[in-house]
């Protein structure tokens, strides 16, 4: 863990890192609180939340092949600062329009919000890139992880204490400051320009709709035509389905499976040993990585979650399902942080925004046919048992099909010699 938050060395990383975290808080909180305003205020009228969390995930559709190319051709210091501040102008407009209590307006602004937060990460990322080492991008990812986990672990608990104590305007409050805080901080960061300016300076003028569609195009073509990333690029497909799918069989076994009668509560212990051992696992996740190829983290830890999902079908009693779930949750991080820790090593820095870019959406994609597969599927032609076993052979699938291709890849590429196109062709 020590080489871990040596990278803390470097005070830009450092800045950049905190205004990571007080960005997703203010993500979070606000989120949440929202949530749980809108089921107080409209509680006979639950279609209102979701339109809420729509209004959050449907901005990636608008804006997906813009956020990467605008990361790859302006300067990603103030596309990052300036997502922040719009933000938290957006965050006071918020609280005026939910005193005033005018519904469209409210949802608007939440979609235009979400929608400047996606500029934020693909820019971020590629600052990240240039400032930290080869060899400390795997403790960032770990870092990231560990973020992510408390999060996870925290995030929902936080927000619904301040919607308690300070109500939906204090939460919103606290977002509109999380996101002022991060603007300062990544303003107070002293970047070389060829870190902000991969492919040097450009003006909102030359981006037009056909330069911007044009740049996404060599995006995608960039990934194809690099084939260690475009197999990286499969395991996010199949990660966005596994998420998916995750985010209802969980319910479902505990709703038509073990306990009908009390799912809720046990919902709620769930999370709380999910986050746990996500956490847990992350900080060992973080100790171990330099002992092990990153491909070796990767499908391996793939592997013992795609097991240990297979064995969840097994399951007939509550507790035996939660030690379980702890089981996937711990041996997970170690998956996230070897792709993450491995991306920024092998994309040119000149295409990271819109190698980021093409990430979300891509996860998107195969999230949404997930859960349209389980509707279709459940319980008509698939159980519980049945569910958790499809997800079982997905995930050990993918973790068999990277430790066939990834070591030849990996090998390849690693070759200095070589052009990236002759690695390319060198692993086929």
């Known amino acids: 863990m020590k080489q871990t938050f040596r990278v803390f060395k470097k005070a830009d990383y450092t800045r950049l890192f905190l205004a990571s975290f007080t960005s997703r808080m203010g993500s979070v909180v606000g989120m949440v609180a929202f949530s749980f305003y809108l089921l107080d205020r ?11 969390e729509m209004m959050y995930s449907l901005p990636m559709l608008a804006v997906f092949f813009i956020v990467g190319v605008l990361a790859d051709r302006m300067d990603r210091k103030k596309i990052a600062a300036n997502c922040e501040w719009i933000s938290a102008a957006l965050s006071f407009a918020l609280m005026g329009m939910i005193a005033i209590g005018w519904m469209p307006l409210i949802f608007m602004i939440l979609f235009l919000r979400s929608a400047v937060n ?28 560990l973020t992510q986990s408390l999060f996870n672990l925290f995030g929902s608990g936080l927000g619904i204490a ?15 400051i999380s996101f002022i805080i991060s603007g300062i901080l990544i303003h107070a960061c002293h970047i070389s320009q060829d870190v902000r300016l991969p492919n040097g300076p450009h003006k909102f003028k030359d981006l037009n709709v056909k330069m911007m569609l044009k740049d996404y195009k060599d995006g995608l073509v960039y990934a194809l035509k690099h084939r260690l990333l475009f197999h990286l690029l499969i395991g996010f497909l199949v990660f966005g389905a596994v998420n998916g799918s995750f985010s209802v069989i969980t319910v479902f076994i505990l709703k038509y499976k073990l306990v009908p009668e009390t799912y809720e509560m046990w919902s709620i212990y769930e999370g709380i040993t999910f986050g746990s051992g996500i956490l847990i696992g992350s900080i060992l996740a973080s100790s171990i990585a330099n002992k092990f190829k990153i491909y070796q983290l990767l499908y391996g830890s793939l592997f013992l979650a795609g097991v240990l999902t297979g064995v969840v079908s097994l399951a007939n009693n509550v507790i035996v399902y939660l030690i379980i779930v702890f089981g996937v949750a711990l ?23 819109r190698v980021e870019g093409t990430i979300s959406p891509l996860m998107m994609v195969s999230q949404t046919a997930a859960l349209g597969i389980i509707a279709w599927a459940f319980p008509k032609f698939l159980s519980i048992s049945g569910l958790f ?12 099909f990277f430790a066939i291709v990834l070591p030849k890849l990996a090998k390849a590429y690693e070759q200095p010699t070589q052009t990236e196109a002759e690695v390319a062709d060198a692993a086929y």
């Open 42 to 52: 409209f509680s006979n009228q639950p279609f209102y939340v979701s339109l809420a």
């Open 118 to 145: 996606k500029f934020f990460f693909p820019a971020e990322s590629g600052l990240v890139q240039g400032i930290l080492d080869e060899h400390e991008y795997t403790a960032a990812a770990g870092l990231n992880q």
């Open 331 to 353: 041996v997970l991080p170690a998956a996230n942080i070897a792709i993450g820790g491995w991306l920024p090593k092998i994309v040119d820095p000149k295409m990271m925004g």
């Open 389 to 400: 076993v499809s997800v079982s052979i997905l995930i050990v699938g993918v973790s068999v």
């Open 162 to 176: 301040c919607y308690w104590l300070i109500g939906v305007q204090g939460a919103v409050l606290m977002d509109a």
